[in-house]
């Protein structure tokens, strides 16, 4: 068995925590928090609950994993220490708030032989895994375009609800925490960026960081794509959507939370495949979880001793476009990410 410790109990945690009770060969082996209320409230026998990852990952070298559910700002320091421990991490995005420090922890990880992987769930839902299969069959024929989505809602009081959302230093804006999903789906399709045009704003919430923001992105394979992501739509989330156009095929998934087939028109298809898949797809929209796939990956990744499903490199690339589109935003410039345009 695998012996998983989960660091953090917050909201996010108890994803971690279901996927791993659900995943063969896993074993919830302890808790951690440095607020004891936070870790009383876990009703779960049979395991070690502690207020320090340092302490108790040298009393338990029994754990294999960490998972790593803490407010975004401390990503990279509790994450050092797992690797330091040669434990593997699980880490919750974004990797990091920065590039830098999204590296250092891989840096980390590399140098103490453990692995990496980066909760991107959002890749294992039916309508995106459906799309991937569409895209690497060839059905679009040469991409000239993409447009990624996320208008939703966070009023004030789910930035009040803690002191650190909405903060620079532990949350980040629109893009780094609720676009950031999308962001990592329009890079696993359009592959590594050239440059970045960006905009940013914060137009109706008190906080740090942006509450929306655009951006206009040249890939290095020559297509394009447009970005928009507000947390300021009213009264409530509208949607998420990513779309694909190309030469021979036009897809685009949508709803309040990418879910659903919204168009489907191939060269290679017909109005009844878009019907069939739509109506498989809307059985059960959601799927299997996607922390349920990332756990379960994990198990099987130690086991075969290769890398995770969602690695390091992975969880990096939507921190970097951030990073860019805000720069951008605040110089006026285009920025370059492709190594040969920054030579």
């Known amino acids: 068995m695998i012996n998983f410790a989960v660091v953090g109990i917050g909201h996010?945690?108890?994803?971690?925590?279901?996927?791993?009770?659900?995943?063969?060969g896993a074993n919830l082996y302890a808790i951690c928090d440095t607020n004891e209320d936070r870790l009383k409230s876990v009703e779960i026998d049979n395991i070690v609950k502690h207020t320090d990852l340092e302490k108790l990952l040298t009393e338990h070298p029994e754990i294999d994993v960490v998972n790593i559910c803490v407010p975004s700002g401390l990503h990279k320091t509790l994450a050092e220490i797992a690797a330091k421990h040669k434990k593997h991490i699980v880490l919750e995005k974004p990797m990091a708030l920065t590039a830098a420090e999204s590296r250092e922890v891989m840096e980390a990880a590399d140098q103490n032989?453990?692995?990496?992987?980066?909760?991107?769930?959002?890749?294992?839902?039916?309508?995106?895994?459906?799309?991937?299969?569409?895209?690497?069959?060839?059905?679009?024929?040469?991409?000239?375009?993409?447009?990624?989505?996320?208008?939703?809602?966070?009023?004030?009081?789910?930035?009040?609800?803690?002191?650190?959302?909405?903060t620079k230093k532990y949350d980040g804006g629109v893009l780094m925490n609720q676009a950031i999903h999308n962001l990592d789906l329009l890079l696993w399709f359009m592959g590594p960026v050239e440059s970045v045009k960006g905009m940013a704003a914060t137009r109706l919430?008190?906080?740090?960081?942006?509450?929306?923001?655009?951006?206009?992105?040249?890939?290095?394979?020559?297509?394009?794509?447009?970005?928009?992501?507000?947390?300021?739509?009213?009264?409530?989330?509208?949607?998420?959507?990513?779309?694909i156009f190309g030469e021979t095929g036009t897809a685009k998934i949508s709803g309040r939370n990418a879910l659903h087939i919204d168009t489907w028109d191939f060269a290679d298809s017909d109005e009844n495949e878009k019907q069939r898949l739509s109506d498989e797809i809307n059985e059960n929209?959601?799927?299997?979880?996607?922390?349920?796939?990332?756990?379960?990956?994990?198990?099987?990744?130690?086991?075969?001793?290769?890398?995770?499903?969602?690695?390091?490199?992975?969880?990096?690339?939507?921190?970097?476009?951030?990073e860019a589109i805000l720069q951008s935003a605040e110089t006026g410039k285009e920025i370059f990410l492709s190594k040969e345009k920054q030579s």
């Open 205 to 243: 919430r008190k906080i740090e960081t942006e509450d929306v923001a655009g951006a206009l992105v040249t890939f290095e394979s020559g297509a394009v794509a447009i970005i928009e992501a507000a947390t300021t739509i009213y009264p409530s989330n509208l949607e998420e959507s990513l779309s």
């Open 285 to 322: 929209p959601m799927g299997k979880p996607g922390h349920d796939w990332i756990i379960q990956d994990m198990v099987e990744a130690i086991n075969e001793n290769r890398e995770p499903i969602v690695n390091g490199q992975d969880g990096l690339a939507p921190v970097e476009l951030i």
């Open 12 to 24: 996010i945690s108890a994803k971690h925590i279901q996927a791993i009770q659900n995943a063969d």
């Open 113 to 166: 032989g453990v692995k990496l992987a980066v909760v991107h769930p959002n890749r294992f839902r039916p309508a995106i895994r459906t799309l991937r299969e569409k895209f690497d069959k060839g059905s679009f024929g040469k991409v000239s375009h993409a447009n990624a989505t996320v208008r939703w809602n966070r009023n004030q009081e789910y930035y009040d609800q803690a002191p650190w959302r909405g």
